[in-house]
């Protein structure tokens, strides 16, 4: 029962360089979000889908471009990776009916240097 | 907008004291309302969840959290804790997910619990 995987769980990038953070779900939910975490900040949403093909900003999008072209994929693509974002990022996915709780990956650690 | 207040960023009790974490949120209606957890190095966990009816909620590892609307909050209570409580803790409000909100939720800054032999 995997329910949402991210890849890589590390990674250190230049500044300048880009990369592309993986999100996988098997649970068929159609809402799948990014957030990032920060020391004392608490988790900060970057963007969210609500199905395959429809994406839009969260709070702190600058810097980021997400794509949803399948229900189960929601890659997070850094182009010029920047100092700023450091940080860890989590990928979440949430039921279709009612007022389901969203489930979170385990995260990515970034570092820019 | 939502919005959500840990007051307390960390807390230190000893193994088998109670605990309260304190949620508060700003939100025009009646919100849903999430404590998560988060052990070193993991993703979030749900303990548990309000949407409506009883105010008393009960939740996985022994927490429980009760709403209060006249004091807008969302505390969360163990009576007795374990030193595998130690985690940081996280608060969040979402809205009617029928509407624009489409389930976003809104984190507080969170609550580390270090537990003392």
């Known amino acids: 029962n995997a329910g949402v995987t991210q890849t890589p769980k590390f990674r250190i990038l230049k500044i300048g360089q880009s990369m592309t953070l993986q999100c996988t779900q098997d649970m068929n939910h159609n809402y799948m979000y990014w957030y990032r975490q920060d020391p004392g900040m608490g988790l900060k949403l970057i963007y969210y889908?609500?199905?395959?093909?429809?994406?839009d900003k969260g709070e702190v999008p600058n810097g980021y471009n997400v794509s949803r072209s399948t229900t189960e994929d929601f890659p997070l693509r850094l182009e010029l990776a920047a100092p700023s974002q450091t940080s860890v990022y989590f990928c979440a996915s949430r039921g279709n009916g009612g007022n389901q709780p969203q489930h979170f990956g385990d995260g990515t650690r970034l570092s820019i240097l | 907008a939502q919005s959500v207040t840990q007051p307390d960023i960390h807390i230190t009790v000893s193994e088998g004291a109670s605990l309260e974490l304190r949620c508060n949120y700003s939100?025009?209606?009646?919100?849903?309302l999430f404590w998560y957890v988060q052990s070193p190095g993991q993703g979030l966990q749900l303990l548990l969840k309000y949407f409506s009816g009883d105010t008393l909620v009960q939740g996985i590892k022994g927490f429980e959290a009760e709403f209060k609307r006249s004091q807008s909050s969302f505390n969360l209570r163990k009576p007795s804790v374990h030193w595998s409580d130690a985690a940081e803790y996280f608060c969040a409000v979402g809205v009617n997910a029928g509407g624009t909100s489409y389930g976003k939720l809104t984190f507080g800054q969170g609550t580390i619990l270090t537990v003392h032999p």
């Open positions: 889908s609500v199905g395959a093909g429809i994406t």
């Open positions: 939100y025009g209606a009646t919100p849903y």
